[in-house]
């Protein structure tokens, strides 16, 4: 498993956990961080945690059926800059107990961390349904 | 339209178009490109483009419902430096003249040309079927 395989299949097992757990996302995202959801564009970790909380159902749990990841390199100029993560997630989630599944398809793109290159936070986040 | 959102516009129009037509998208990627299509990966413009021709149907047509875009800066330190675009794609294709759509999901990471950054081109590429 590469390196960055290894990155976002970490990310995913926890972003997911943590979203279907309590929804408390703020450490991973930053003040320069966007998140795009259903096409409604959110700037900064507030902003971004808030829109997450006030989705409007009380439980939810994401069945993540594939994920793939690319490295994006910061500088492609540069292939010693630190090492950027693209990762796209497919999958179904199911709201307040649901048997119904509606499938989502969501795109990380995950930035090392300036001063601590081993940890990463998500700098671009778009997340759609798609309806049946 | 924020510049992104232009670029993100142009380009979804200009990649489907072709898509459907020949299938020529080799100017639109480099050697450095990287292409995951469902789960498989491939590198450079020629792998890519050699899988994209290979794929087993005669015509195909994709309707893209939404694109959602943000920009990704090539070094998150310095705003100044060219600007990447990621684009997100969720749409229909239709193989072979069928009227039964299949759900796919795209993710783009456009970079600007080093010698005109004013270009762009496909440096990741990740494609999902989203099957019923």
């Given at each position: 498993m590469t390196s960055w395989d290894q990155v976002a299949k970490d990310f995913v097992q926890y972003y997911y956990h943590v979203f279907d757990t309590n929804r408390e996302?703020?450490?991973?995202?930053?003040?320069?961080?966007?998140?795009?959801?259903?096409?409604?564009?959110?700037?900064?970790?507030?902003?971004?945690?808030?829109?997450?909380?006030?989705?409007?159902?009380?439980?939810?749990?994401?069945?993540?059926?594939?994920?793939?990841a690319q490295p994006a390199f910061a500088d492609p100029l540069n292939p010693s800059s630190p090492m950027g993560v693209l990762v796209f997630v497919n999958g179904d989630v199911f709201i307040d107990g649901s048997t119904s599944p509606v499938k989502f398809a969501q795109v990380f793109h995950l930035?090392?961390?300036?001063?601590?290159?081993?940890?990463?936070?998500?700098?671009?986040?778009?997340?759609r349904l798609n309806y049946g």
């Open positions: 996302l703020g450490p991973l995202y930053s003040a320069q961080s966007m998140c795009t959801f259903e096409g409604q564009p959110f700037q900064g970790a507030e902003a971004i945690v808030q829109k997450i909380k006030s989705l409007p159902f009380q439980t939810v749990r994401h069945d993540v059926k594939t994920y793939d930035k090392p961390h300036p001063q601590n290159p081993q940890s990463y936070y998500v700098y671009n986040d778009m997340f």
